[in-house]
């Protein structure tokens, strides 16, 4: 391989850890922000999207790990933890989710949670894209998945900030607990993927 080559690999390295850490930045910010929020609208959706966001501090945890250099065996077993946590907030959500819709329980506006959210609908869409680009020249395939991963973490955010308007515009109180159903689709798909190998 070519000095040039060299120091572009380097270069590109470099810029995926930039972004893995960038990543765990805003997660970190996110997990306090959103629990903030959360607590004072009583909200299932920002409940969910804060324990989406420390799952995602794993993630990102791992990519940084492979990246290093990190042994294939040590990145399985990191990222079955990261499938366990999946199925636990699941099944944290699911149940919490269905209690909300059967009572009737209102959450109350959470002007922080709109705009926590859109900000970082955008920040990750931005995040994903970058890595998607960097994972594909470095020929990477941990950095392109876990790209995907930020991807629907966007997502989910668009669909909590739609849970979120939606009750504080029209009082419609069960599209916060139908959000907090979306991330548990989100958070089986994963788990299952990383459990079959797909990671």
Do not use: C
Not at 119 to 126: C, G, I, K, P, R
Not at 166 to 188: I, Q
């Amino acid at each position: 391989m070519s000095s040039l080559n060299e120091t572009s690999r380097d270069a590109l390295l470099r810029r995926g850890f930039a972004l893995e850490y960038a990543t765990l930045g805003w997660n970190v910010a996110g997990i306090v922000v959103l629990a903030v929020a959360a607590l004072a609208a009583k909200s299932v959706a920002l409940a969910g999207f804060g324990l989406d966001s420390l799952i995602e501090i794993g993630a990102s945890t791992v990519v940084v790990w492979e990246l290093s250099g990190s042994g294939e065996d040590r990145r399985r077993r990191a990222l079955r933890l990261i499938g366990g946590a999946f199925v636990l907030l699941a099944l944290y959500l699911l149940v919490q989710s269905s209690v909300v819709l059967a009572a009737g329980f209102h959450a109350r506006h959470s002007t922080l949670g709109i705009v926590w959210t859109a900000v970082t609908a955008a920040v990750m869409f931005a995040l994903a894209l970058g890595k998607a680009k960097t994972g594909a020249a470095l020929d990477n395939p941990v950095l392109r998945t876990e790209g995907r991963v930020t991807m629907v973490d966007g997502i989910l955010a668009a669909a909590v900030l739609l849970g979120l308007v939606l009750n504080s515009a029209f009082g419609a109180w069960w599209a916060d607990p139908l959000a907090g159903l979306v991330v548990v689709f989100y958070a089986v798909r994963e788990a299952k993927e990383i459990f079959s190998g797909d990671h």
